[in-house]
């Protein structure tokens, strides 16, 4: 099951440029929120450190409080532990190409040990049922390369690749935004299906996107949380002004 | 859950990862360390070695102290200048053609192939190419022979860099010569060679050094002489040759005249490299490729 | 300026440059012609034989290639196995770990080790080298590892195992700065994507670098190889030049390229010189083959598409 997030006093640099400044918000469990916000407003920078993903960038670095359930993520955990927490699926499809559709899905558990051919079998089919990618896979499981997939079939795998470790918490960075509108689709279907048992962050710079799966929004400006609420509320009655522009189109 | 990772697993896991990061470490350690070893003991020896002799006097024979290895050095300028001067119009011709004529057309592709693949001939190969070529038809060693020996060694890279190079050149820079109706043979000449040059010339200068250092296309080209170079049609002295030559002797005065004969040699490539990377930022080894 | 003259100047201009560049192809079959003709003596004499028969006998007119075969082979993959695990660390190091201000000076580093040339990395041996595998490896090696049978016989500090440690100096850079290139190639979103099931630096190395590099690295170890197989001063000086098949690793023994080195100018006869030909005909045609496979290989994930399985 998922778990929530809180994170306070969040701030982020990538060398001299302050990409997130003080982000203070709670994020609800088994629930999808979306994060939205023109390009470069520190959205990607925020998820990124949810899964402290932004300091494998050399010149990058966070400071603050993020709580996932009860564990300070910066303090009590090492970054390797904090990823197999919280999985990430990422704005291009990213597969391993030279692994086949099964081993895409248990590379996270064999990283983690597990040798037991019967429960690796059962993972894999569970996950892959789970990111309704099963029965367009099911006979070349073993065969195929999972870069052999079409775009949105690929994004899927590697939804099914981050939950095969059982995480409790998914994080999206815009994961549909390289691909195409029935493929989108899938994906916004999958977020439905899965916010029930995961607790997901989805980026994106797409604001129907957002209405369509998200119960809670965040609107970020230029590094600042500018407002954070329950979506019916953001797209219908934003408190902020800045808010209201962006949503109404009335912004860059 | 059941199948959450246990703290065993994690900690092997830490442990290999510490284990991997010691040794990429070590072997960083492991592979400049000889090169430091390298240049260290050359320094030493070579300085202790060196002296104003060893660039005016010609070799004395064995037994007599003393003596130098000017004739090698001019020897080995001789050479190398012949070999720049037939080598790097050539490599820089076909540099041309590949970027300015060749675009991604298969005959382009393949002959950027045969300059790789050329690359990866053993100089010794050269040698006995050049001696087959040159030197039995002439029936004598020459210097000639071994300036055409390092001038197929320079091509390929001379060709590589200069396409490289070329291809930095803006296209709009050509279009606005080509616009004015100037022809492109002009525009080439005057525009894009111009504008790429400093790049062409570290092009040489790198190929110049790969090919400074050679030894084994002068064993049966140059062949060795102790008197000072006459004419291009006779055998030469040159100072790669002439450190193996000593290298390989039982006396010590020849072992010190190799080793100032390596100071030398290493200097003068060492420079040219440096100055090469400190201009374009490149590397030795991304000449040829 | 003439419209009319500026067409003439420029076809001849257009054909002087093919010209150029036709030149490296005429290179290539004019050295394959040459050597193919000098060494027609030898090739007739003794047929493919000649890659078969393990005596070399100047005096009686014998010639066979395979000491130098085996003493070459065995040089280079003994080279290949010091240095393939040094590169490849260097190579990681360097992408994956170091700081990016040490970056540019390490590799700047170990491409000196290329341009030091190989009759120096020959003198050098002779005088540090070979007196330290004398005294102290040499030693080491017959107490701790005689068992293996590897280190049989007198060692004398040149031969087999001297020639392949300084020919693992001289292949590392080449090898090391090829995987470094197809290492960077590998796009970031493979790390990212290693990294965020939770794996450890090394477990990123392993499965989102190494793993999609393979085949470029594999392209860089042949790479490696063919420069080791025609290597030749450094080697001569040090590997005892002996035409048998060696028995121990501190065994003197030849080189296909070492051998046309020392005997070439002291060849009395015309098939005496035209066996040493073919021998240097062997070596360019097999170090084409090997470049040409390497250079397919580092092409495909270079510039290829790397994201493709295989």
Known sequence: ?252 | MPHRPSRANVGRRQAANHLFSVLAILSTVLVIAPLFAILVYLLFQGVRSLNVAFFTHLPRPVGEPGGGMANSIVGSGIILALASLLGIPVGIGAGIYLYEFGGGKTLANAIRFTADVLNGVPSIVMGIAAYSLIVVPQKHFSAFAAGVALAIMMVPTVTRTTEEMLATVPNAVREAALGLGIPKWRTVMTVSLKTASPGIITGCMLAFARVAGETAPLLFTAFGNQFWPASLNEPIAALPLQIFVYAVSPYDEWHRLAWAGALVLIVLIMVSVTLVRVVTGRGMLNGGH | MQRGSGGVADRTFAALMLGCALSIFAIVALILGILILRSRLSLHEFGFSFFLRSDWDPVRGSFGAVPFIWGTLASAFLALLIAVPLALGVAVFINEMCPRALRTPISFLTELLAAIPSVVYGLWAIFVLVPIMRRSVGPFLKKFFGWTGLFHGPNFGIGLLTASMILAIMVLPVISSIARDVIKAVPNTQREGVLALGATRWEMVRIGVLRNARIGIVGAVILGLGRALGETMAVTMVIGNHAAIPKSLFAPAYTLASVIANEFTEATGDLYLSALIEIGLALFLVTIVVNAIARLLVFMVTRGNTARAV
């Open chain 1, 1 to 252: 099951m998922g778990v929530g997030i809180e994170v306070e006093d969040l701030n982020a640099w990538y060398g001299q440029t302050h990409t997130l400044k003080g982000i203070n918000l709670q994020i609800p469990a088994n629930s999808a929120t979306a994060l939205i916000g023109p390009s470069g407003c520190g959205k990607s920078t925020f998820v990124r450190c949810l899964n402290r993903m932004h300091e494998t960038n050399p010149v990058a670095r966070a400071e603050g409080t993020v709580r996932v359930g009860n564990v300070d993520i910066y303090k009590d955990a090492s970054p390797v532990e904090v990823r197999r927490r919280i999985g990430m699926v990422f704005e291009r499809p990213n597969p391993f190409p030279t692994m086949s559709i099964y081993d895409n899905v248990a590379s996270g558990l064999k990283l983690n040990g597990f040798r037991n051919k019967r429960v690796l079998d059962e993972v894999v089919e569970r996950s892959l049922r789970q990111a309704a990618l099963w029965d367009e896979v099911k006979d070349h499981l073993k065969s195929k390369s999972g870069a052999s997939l079409s775009g949105g079939q690929q994004q899927r795998l590697c939804i099914a690749r981050a939950i095969a470790v059982d995480p409790e918490v998914l994080l999206m960075d815009e994961p549909a935004s390289a691909l195409d509108p029935v493929s989108t689709a899938k994906i916004e279907d999958l977020i439905f299906q899965l916010k029930d048992e995961y607790t997901i962050v989805i980026v994106t710079h797409n604001m129907q996107q957002a209405a369509r799966v998200a119960e809670k929004t965040g609107f970020f400006l230029s590094g600042h949380l500018v407002e954070f609420d329950s979506t019916h509320k953001i797209f219908t009655n934003p408190s902020d002004k800045r808010t209201e522009d962006y949503i109404t189109g009335r912004f860059g």
